[in-house]
């Protein structure tokens, strides 16, 4: 009799995640929708959708370190918050359709800022987390052992020095 094979292990669906989800989409997309309201958009320069990318990854970045240091807190906690709320809080989407009207010159201009300031704050907040919680003693650590100026080579082969 042949033995049947197991699924790799992978993020596990649950409605508990699929609720989360859908209350921190909500919230998120109420949040942006606020946001909107309180500061319009410049129709001649989005700042206000690039400082909502810009933040949401910023918070992406720190909860993925929270989440690492917090492995007991639930899956549907990380859903609502990682793909519900912030998923709806930033908007690329907004960002596509600035870039459909906008001279080439401004679009290319917008995309590099967009691209670059999200992936720094991204960046910095997981490193600031990750000194946060290194001072405290805690871990693990998501950068731990990667070089970051080159993260499609994956761990690092040094001695273990920072450099």
């Not at 906690?77 to 690329?92: E, H, K, P, S």
């Given at each position: 009799m042949q033995?049947?094979?197991?699924a790799p292990e992978g993020p596990h669906f649950s409605v508990g995640s699929l609720l989360a989800v859908a209350l921190g989409g909500f919230l998120g997309a109420a949040a942006r929708i606020l946001l909107a309201v309180l500061i319009p958009e410049n129709p001649a320069f989005?700042?206000?959708t690039l400082a909502v990318n810009v933040t949401g990854?910023?918070?992406?970045?720190f909860f993925s370190v929270y989440f690492a240091v917090h492995p007991r807190l639930r899956d549907w906690c990380r859903a609502g918050i990682g793909t519900g709320f912030l998923g709806a809080f930033t908007t690329?989407?907004?960002l596509v359709i600035f870039l459909l009207g906008a001279p080439v010159a401004l679009a290319l201009?917008?995309?590099g800022l967009s691209l670059g300031l999200c992936g720094l704050a991204a960046w910095l907040a997981v490193r600031l987390t990750e000194a946060h919680y290194s001072?405290?003693?805690r871990g693990p650590m998501i950068l731990e052992g990667t070089?970051?100026?080159e993260p499609?080579?994956?761990?690092?082969?040094s001695s273990g020095e920072e450099s």
């Amino acid at each position: 009799m042949q033995q049947r094979k197991q699924a790799p292990e992978g993020p596990h669906f649950s409605v508990g995640s699929l609720l989360a989800v859908a209350l921190g989409g909500f919230l998120g997309a109420a949040a942006r929708i606020l946001l909107a309201v309180l500061i319009p958009e410049n129709p001649a320069f989005p700042a206000t959708t690039l400082a909502v990318n810009v933040t949401g990854t910023a918070a992406l970045g720190f909860f993925s370190v929270y989440f690492a240091v917090h492995p007991r807190l639930r899956d549907w906690c990380r859903a609502g918050i990682g793909t519900g709320f912030l998923g709806a809080f930033t908007t690329f989407s907004t960002l596509v359709i600035f870039l459909l009207g906008a001279p080439v010159a401004l679009a290319l201009l917008y995309v590099g800022l967009s691209l670059g300031l999200c992936g720094l704050a991204a960046w910095l907040a997981v490193r600031l987390t990750e000194a946060h919680y290194s001072a405290k003693g805690r871990g693990p650590m998501i950068l731990e052992g990667t070089d970051a100026r080159e993260p499609w080579q994956g761990p690092s082969q040094s001695s273990g020095e920072e450099s």
